[in-house]
């Protein structure tokens, strides 16, 4: 008896230690990270050397989907364009007016708190199916859009969706309007900013705009930095929009990567070359993200660095 | 005299300001909330009316058969079975995100064990890889088990922890005095005890957070839906809109009337827990 107690203790002391406890608790952590991870990540690099439908095995053809990719599908380039025509437009935009949004509502009144959630709710929900299908009808032929500007006397037959030169605007507007979780970010960092600096420059004789610029920017650049990476990095991965909204219509024109990989994996069953793509994705992700950090000590400020 | 009429005009002239302030971001308020008051002003007009007085908010011949129509749903299931379904999709993963993150982030940070560093970083890398390279492996994973066409593949990934998640409740367990879990450890508390007894209990702003973030994204999630789900019976909301607005093409108010209501779990949740929410996507930005 007194022995089975004692080898209790001995296994209870061992799953204390702090290396073994660590481990117990980052447990699930790391499973997932090898199962839905770590070996998806490798095998889709795998895949992507192979001609793969999932009901037969993978087939080794070498570099041929990425040939494929460059050379042969015109509509990889159409969408790769789209795609960073999409990202760099919208995500200046997007960056700029949470910024604003945000120096804005800085000041505290009483209906800060309703603003702040009337801005926030469209980023909460915009994501969803029923947004994405709400949008098709606020900027169809006959929708709200055009007959409010049909009211101020403005040209109300445009077709947004239907037009290869206004869909994929209509797309961008769908998710500069989502700009509510950026803006709460860029709100909490500016509350952050010690209120000392600005009492001393306004003592300096400083102005709103000379301490904008010479304070307020310079204290945010972190968190530009920050939103600008997630920003590049959810624009690249669109999907939804494009893919309830437009189908890629009209003409290609608001074909995104994603979708046009999803068709080639999913509806043509080109897992192997759906994975050559997903991994040409990653590299220029990776390329801009690193462009971003490189570029960052140029620009951003660090106040730990006391520059 | 002289002074007292300038700070008069001081503060008359402030308060203009603030008017025009006011004035402006209502406004503005009002242009953003715009999309989704027309939602439900079109759910209750007749669909006759909806694009002939697209531009009025108030329905003039207000009408219900859109929410009555709309939830006799599609082949034979009604909408009372996506919702079930988004329902028991969103609970289990946000329960599942929760739990499991905490358990991490405990670990992560609190225990000194070798190798904290390396699955730390790991972790923050993660968090940046783009989700669409593991898309198709996953999906074939998935399919060699036999999970397509169950929930699954939708639920058990939230049972492993998220990055972000285990990041944002790091940040607040760093916040608890250390001294706490030393205390309880000179008394005979073992790790597990202190998680348990201790900071579990104390984490619970961060856990729902996680779990009312969990729930919103799992709720709204389409691609999920889009690989895993093959019949109708086991459609979430978000794909049984999809499905349905295809279905019913000309019945607008159909396909607004159950937008709307698809919507309002996640405007509930907004409004119980605004500050959680508020919070955790503010601490996002500080992980930078």
């Known amino acids: ?59 080794w053809i070498g570099i041929q989907n990425y040939k494929e990719m460059f050379f042969e599908d015109k509509l990889f380039w159409t969408s790769f364009k789209v795609t960073f025509k999409f990202a760099f437009i919208q995500v200046p935009i997007k960056l700029t007016v949470s910024l604003l949004v945000a120096l804005v509502l800085a000041r505290a009144t009483r209906l800060t708190s309703f603003y702040r959630a009337a801005f926030y709710i469209p980023s909460l929900m915009g994501g969803s199916v029923a947004i994405a299908l709400l949008w098709k009808q606020l900027f169809s032929r006959n929708g709200v859009i055009n007959q409010i500007l049909g009211i101020f006397g403005l040209p109300s037959d445009t077709s947004w969706l239907g037009n290869p030169k206004t869909a994929l605007g209509t797309l961008i507007a769908l998710g500069v309007w989502q700009f509510g979780s950026s803006m709460l970010i860029f709100l909490a960092s500016i509350k952050n900013i010690p209120a000392s600096y600005h009492e001393a420059a306004i003592v300096d004789g400083a102005g709103p705009v000379r301490r904008f610029f010479s304070i307020t920017l310079p204290m945010l650049t972190p968190i530009i930095f920050f939103n600008l990476i997630n920003q590049v990095i ?74 | 005299m002289k002074v007292k009429n300038i700070t008069q005009s001081v503060s008359a002239r402030r308060r203009v300001s603030l008017s025009i302030y006011h004035i402006l971001m209502l406004g503005f308020s009002f242009l953003m909330l715009y999309p989704m008051l027309w939602l439900v002003a079109s759910s209750f007009k007749p669909n006759g009316d909806i694009f002939a007085t697209a531009s009025s908010l108030i329905p003039h011949n207000f009408t219900l058969e859109h929410y009555v129509d709309g939830w006799h749903g599609f082949s034979s299931h009604t909408f009372a079975t996506f919702f079930k379904n988004s329902l028991v999709v969103a609970l289990l993963s946000s329960a599942g995100m929760s739990f499991s993150s905490a358990v991490v982030a405990f670990g992560l940070a ?31 994973l998935f399919d060699k088990m036999g999970w397509v066409g169950t929930f699954l593949p939708m639920i058990v990934p939230s049972f492993f922890a998220g990055g972000f998640n285990i990041f944002l409740i790091m940040q607040f367990i760093r916040g608890i005095p250390r001294d706490m879990d030393e205390a309880a450890k000179i008394d005979g508390c073992s790790w597990y005890g202190v998680f348990g007894r201790i900071i579990l209990p104390m984490i619970v702003p961060p856990l729902v957070t996680v779990g009312v973030l969990t729930f919103i994204g799992s709720w709204e999630d389409f691609m999920g839906a889009l690989l895993y789900l093959n019949k109708p019976s086991m459609y979430t909301v978000a794909y049984a809109l999809k499905m349905f607005n295809d279905s019913s093409q000309a019945d607008y108010g159909a396909t607004f009337a159950m937008s709307a209501l698809s919507l309002i779990p996640v405007l509930t949740l907004f409004f119980f827990f605004q500050k959680n929410l508020v919070e955790g996507i503010s601490i996002q930005g500080l992980k930078g």
């Not at chain 1, 608790?25 to 192979?50: E, K, M, N, W």
């Not at chain 1, 494009?242 to 890629?248: E, K």
């Not at chain 1, 080639?264 to 990776?286: T, V």
């Open chain 1, 234 to 307: 959810g624009a690249f991965q669109a999907f939804n929009s494009s893919y309830l909204i437009t189908q890629g219509k009209p003409l290609n024109s608001t074909l995104y990567y994603g979708v046009h990989l999803y068709n080639k994996a999913f509806n043509q069953f080109r897992m192997g070359y759906g994975c050559a793509m997903a991994w040409f994705m990653l590299l220029i992700i990776a390329f801009f993200t690193a462009l971003i950090f490189r570029s960052s000590s140029a620009w951003v400020y660090y106040e730990s660095e006391g520059k």
């Open chain 2, 110 to 140: 609190r225990i000194n064990f070798k190798g904290r560093n390396f699955w730390f970083v790991l972790m923050i890398i993660t968090m940046m890889l783009p989700g669409q390279v593991m898309m198709i492996p996953r999906f074939v």
């Open chain 1, 1 to 59: 008896m007194k022995k089975k107690t004692g080898l209790r203790q001995k296994c209870f002391s061992l799953l204390d230690r702090d290396n073994v406890a660590g481990y117990v608790f980052t447990f699930p952590f790391i499973i997932g990270l090898i199962v839905f991870t770590a070996i998806p990540f490798f095998t889709s690099l795998y895949l992507s050397f192979t001609e793969y439908n999932v009901l037969s095995p993978a087939k």
